[in-house]
C-alpha cells in the first residue's frame, strides 16, 4: 500500500463558526484570522493505492461553481486535484473508488463535475465507485434547513444517475472493522449524520482521516467544536472518544482542513488530550 497527500485547494471561512463557543481570544492562536476574522483551510485528500485499487478520500470543492459561490470562500493558493494527481502519476481517470466522508460541498464537489458543452453534469471520475452510506445520502438529499446550503443537487444526483453510486455497509454499533474498501470506519453523528471516518492500516500504524471530526489542531481540546456542527454535544461526546483512543493508539491524525498542519499525533495531558507532534505527510510516508 501506498499513500499520497492530494491537495485539492486552499480557501477560508469565519473563524468564530470553525470553533463554536470558544472565544476567539482563545481560538485565534492556533488559527489566527485575519482582518474579515477569516481562518486559512485546506482540502487535503488522501489518495490509496493497494493493489489493482486507487482510492481518493474526499474530493474538495471541485471547480464547477459560479464565481459568486466562491467569493464567499475566498480561495487562495495555487493546488487543485488534476496538479496533485499529477505530481504522483496518476489522472484522475485512473481512480477506481472515491469515498466521502460526507456530502458537504467542501468534501464532495469535485466528484461531479460539468459536461463538455456546461449543459449538465457528470461524474468528474468515471472509471470509480463513488462511496457513500444509505442514512447519510438520505439525509444529504431530503436536507434539513440548517444544512440545506451545504447540500448541493449538483453534488449529489450525477453520481446516482451515473449508476456509479455505492452504498457502505453500516454496522449496528459505530464502528466497521473493514469496509469494502478496505479500511475501518468509524461513524459519527454529531457534525452530520453519519460522518464517516476512515481508519487505515499503514505500515503498522493506524493513519485516521479526521474529516471533520476534527477540522483543524487548533480543534483538539474537546470543547472546540464547529459552530457547524448539527448536533454539538453529540460531537463533544465522539470526539472524547475518539480523542483518547487516538492518544491510546498513537493514531496519526490526518488532518483535511488545516492549511498549515499535515498531521499531528496526540497525547494525554493534565489539560485532557493535546498535541503531541506536528507532522507532515513525507514524515510517515516515506
Not at 459568486?68 to 475566498?74: D, L, R, V
Request: proline share 5%; glycine share 8%.
Amino acid at each position: 500500500m501506498k499513500i499520497y497527500p492530494i491537495e485539492t485547494g486552499n480557501f477560508k471561512l469565519d473563524g468564530g463558526a470553525m470553533f463554536g463557543v470558544v472565544p476567539k481570544t482563545l481560538w485565534n492562536k492556533t488559527n489566527p484570522a485575519d482582518q474579515n476574522n477569516l481562518i486559512d483551510l485546506a482540502a487535503r485528500c488522501l489518495l490509496i493505492e493497494d493493489g489493482n485499487r486507487l482510492i481518493l478520500i474526499d474530493t474538495g470543492m471541485g471547480n464547477k461553481q459560479s464565481e459568486k459561490f466562491f467569493g464567499y470562500y475566498s480561495l487562495w493558493g495555487s493546488h487543485n486535484t488534476d496538479k496533485s494527481l499529477a505530481k504522483y502519476g496518476f489522472h484522475r481517470d485512473d481512480i477506481t473508488d472515491v469515498f466521502m466522508t460526507h456530502l458537504h460541498f467542501d468534501h464532495c464537489g469535485g466528484s461531479v463535475q460539468w459536461n463538455k458543452d456546461r449543459t449538465g453534469y457528470e461524474p468528474a471520475f468515471k472509471n470509480a465507485h463513488y462511496w457513500t452510506n444509505k442514512n447519510h445520502w438520505e439525509w444529504a438529499t431530503q436536507p434539513n434547513a440548517r444544512e440545506k446550503a451545504s447540500f448541493l443537487p449538483e453534488n449529489l444526483f450525477p453520481m446516482q444517475e451515473s449508476g456509479q453510486l455505492k452504498f457502505i455497509e453500516r454496522p449496528e454499533g459505530d464502528f466497521l472493522q473493514e469496509s469494502e474498501l478496505g479500511f475501518g470506519i468509524f461513524f459519527a453523528d454529531g457534525h452530520t449524520e453519519k460522518q464517516m471516518i476512515p481508519h487505515i492500516n499503514y505500515n503498522g500504524s493506524t493513519i485516521v482521516f479526521t474529516a471533520d471530526l476534527l477540522p483543524t489542531a487548533g480543534h483538539v481540546p474537546l470543547p472546540y467544536v464547529m459552530g457547524y456542527d448539527t448536533r454539538p454535544l453529540l460531537t463533544l461526546a465522539e470526539k472524547e472518544k475518539f480523542m483518547n483512543a487516538a492518544a491510546d493508539n498513537n493514531y496519526y491524525l490526518w488532518l483535511e482542513h488545516d492549511a498549515h498542519n499535515e498531521i499531528i499525533t496526540v497525547e494525554r495531558t493534565e489539560k485532557g488530550i493535546r498535541v503531541k507532534d506536528i507532522l507532515s505527510c513525507n514524515d510517515i510516508l516515506t
